[in-house]
């Protein structure tokens, strides 16, 4: 038999056809979210080695600007100059910083996460090596977990990525959890010196001293030229053997030069040297014989030519024509004389018109004097003015101070005659009151720091006013006590008690009075004065900052039945004249009547067993008389009281 078959023209899918259609979608998509999740992966691991790097950054700043405390290994819990917090062992030559110490530092933004994407914190410990005083800084940072993914795997796919992202100073322990190693073997660190290398799979970042990253800054060998100008900010330079400068030396001090070097004709220790365009040098200094000073100038052909400059310009050769002294030979050992008197010896002497002298110099008592002579027609007053004015701005010596006026009559104790300031560098004393409309100190200080003097008064950054007590500065309001404030902003330096946490670094004195680092919360209760033995609180035991919860005293109830209630009948037994209610022992409930339906205006609740009260209208006082005002109903009993804010100082 022969069969022949014929296909039909469908117009639809078949099941198969459908199944394959959906099966393909499905598969398409499992493949679209797979890349998704893929490069959500790979965004995520970007951020973490963005944040390790942002984070040793930030440390290898921290131990540029905490080098010091760091070689010493000194601990910090918190200061202004040095915030913390530190924690450092001589065991160890370790300390070990926090993600916090870089936040107070300012070196990391306050809402920096110590916690990163995958959800781990960070551990930062730094190691001190070498010999004082070029003592070098290495440190780590290590993530304390590891990251694991699906089947409890390490997904070192992902720290790959992020140490990518972090740079060559990133790492991964990953053959054990003993050892971290470098982006691509560049270096590598073990447990024993770093405890924070615990686990396979943590990522790392060295820091430090021989730190990649590290050379960005200063290195204190000397291996890097430093890029930028040398800032001190005030501080000294110790130490130093040679400075070699090719430019000028410019200082607002003095300049010192010391130490001998025997057997050589310049002795570049012990002097200052300048040169001229001859190559000669000029030099100022001394050594230990002739008991003198010296200024040696080493060409035996040239003299030494003081000039003014005249123009107030630089002593270059066009401006040299008003020559002052020229010394050519030896200088006589005599007096040298001039138009006026100028007398070398003990004493340096000038003479005014009719012939009054100013000496000065000293004698072999230790010290430097001035001296001024008066002849038998002269004054005892000493004069300074301005040149072409006869207005005095003078000062009186062996006498009162005192300035006068044009004609010469004594004004008040003024040192400036034209507008009576009194102006001094140091101190200035009396024995008896100081009067003045304002006393204004000058420099803040910090509440909480140390002082040198009691009694001294200052103000801080807000303009409060603190006194020197007991050698710390105190503001005359105590910080931390409690007062009621008109308004829900607290002035500057002020916190509402409204049970806040502070932070106890920035508040030293207010951590004093609250350790908990907690302000009590003071809204809408009353302060009670501790009872301390007195009697009058039942709980005489309460400590300080302790919450009372409210009360009511025990006591006793009259209410007359004979008149008084709602109108009605049946309202109580007219034999009785009053009722008693204990508030504590529920008599009313014994008797079987809810005491609370008391309570509720308007409420008549059907009469239970033995029922000899009714409701009582509150709207009613004892007797017939109604209040002539509405009745006050709350949730509290509560005096007549007017609301404030409590506010502590903080500063």
Request: net charge neutral; hydrophobic share 35%; glycine share 10%.
């Amino acid at each position: 038999m022969k069969f022949s078959f014929k296909r039909k023209n469908l117009t639809g899918f078949t099941l198969v056809e459908l199944v394959l259609v959906i099966s393909v979608g499905l598969m398409m998509s499992f493949f679209a979210f797979q890349q998704m999740v893929h490069k959500q992966d790979d965004k995520t691991a970007e951020s973490v080695g963005q944040q390790l790097k942002k984070i040793g950054d930030s440390v290898n700043s921290y131990i540029v600007t905490r080098y010091e405390p760091l070689s010493s290994l000194s601990n910090s819990t918190g200061s202004t100059s040095d915030p913390g917090p530190r924690t450092c062992s001589t065991a160890t030559n370790s300390c070990t910083i926090t993600i916090q110490t870089l936040i107070n530092e300012g070196m990391l933004p306050n809402s920096y996460s110590n916690t990163n994407l995958f959800s781990s914190p960070y551990t930062i410990i730094l190691k001190r090596s070498g010999t004082a005083p070029y003592y070098n800084i290495n440190g780590l940072v290590t993530t304390n977990n590891a990251w694991i993914g699906a089947g409890n795997k390490i997904r070192y796919d992902l720290l790959g990525k992020a140490m990518q992202e972090a740079g060559v100073d990133s790492g991964v322990s990953r053959d054990n959890s003993t050892m971290v190693n470098g982006f691509k073997g560049t270096w590598q660190q073990l447990s024993t010196d770093f405890s924070n290398i615990n686990k396979q799979g943590q990522l790392a970042y060295q820091v430090g001293y021989g730190a990649f990253s590290y050379s960005i800054y200063l290195r204190r060998d000397g291996t890097l030229p430093m890029t930028g100008s040398l800032n001190m900010n005030g501080n000294d330079i110790n130490a130093a053997k040679n400075i070699t400068a090719t430019g000028n030396a410019d200082v607002t001090g003095n300049i010192t030069a010391g130490g001998i070097v025997k057997g050589q004709a310049i002795r570049s220790e012990s002097y200052v040297l300048a040169k001229n365009d001859y190559g000669d040098y000029i030099t100022m200094g001394g050594d230990s014989a002739g008991n003198d000073y010296e200024l040696y100038m080493s060409s035996a052909t040239r003299h030494l030519t003081i000039f003014n400059s005249g123009s107030g310009g630089s002593p270059t050769n066009t401006n040299k024509s008003n020559q002052i002294l020229k010394v050519a030979g030896a200088i006589s050992s005599g007096d040298v004389n001039s138009v006026g008197d100028v007398n070398a010896g003990n004493w340096l002497t000038a003479k005014n018109g009719i012939g009054d002298k100013m000496m000065i110099g000293g004698d072999a008592t230790g010290d430097y004097d001035i001296v001024f002579s008066p002849s038998s027609v002269g004054t005892n007053a000493v004069g300074f003015f301005s040149i072409g004015s006869a207005t005095p701005f003078d000062f009186n010596f062996r006498g009162n101070i005192s300035a006068l006026t044009a004609n010469g009559q004594t004004r008040n104790v003024y040192l400036d005659g034209s507008n009576g300031n009194i102006v001094a560098s140091g101190n200035i004393t009396a024995s008896k009151t100081i009067y003045g409309q304002y006393l204004k100190p000058t420099q803040a200080v910090t509440a909480g720091a140390t002082c040198s003097e009691v009694g001294l008064l200052a103000r801080d950054s807000v303009g409060q006013i603190l006194s020197c007590v007991s050698g710390i500065w105190s503001p005359e309001q105590p910080v931390g006590a409690p007062i009621p404030w008109p308004s829900t902003t607290p002035p500057s330096g002020w916190l509402i008690c409204n049970g806040q946490a502070f932070n106890t670094a920035q508040y030293p004195l207010l951590a004093k009075a609250y350790p908990s680092g907690i302000l009590p919360d003071l809204r809408g209760v009353f302060i009670r004065g501790l009872d301390q033995g007195r009697g009058i609180d039942p709980d005489s035991t309460r400590a300080a900052l302790s919450t009372q919860a409210d009360s009511l005293q025990n006591h006793n109830h009259s209410i007359p039945t004979s008149t008084g209630y709602v109108a009605g009948s049946n309202q109580g037994d007219p034999t009785m004249t009053s009722i008693f209610i204990d508030a504590k022992t529920d008599v009313m409930a014994s008797i079987g009547y809810d005491p609370n339906d008391l309570l509720k205006n308007g409420n008549n609740p059907a009469p239970t067993t033995n029922s000899i009260l009714r409701t009582y209208d509150l709207n009613y006082s004892v007797g017939s008389t109604p209040y002539s005002t509405a009745p006050r109903f709350s949730k509290e009993t509560r005096p007549y009281n007017v609301g404030f804010v409590y506010i502590v100082r903080a500063l």
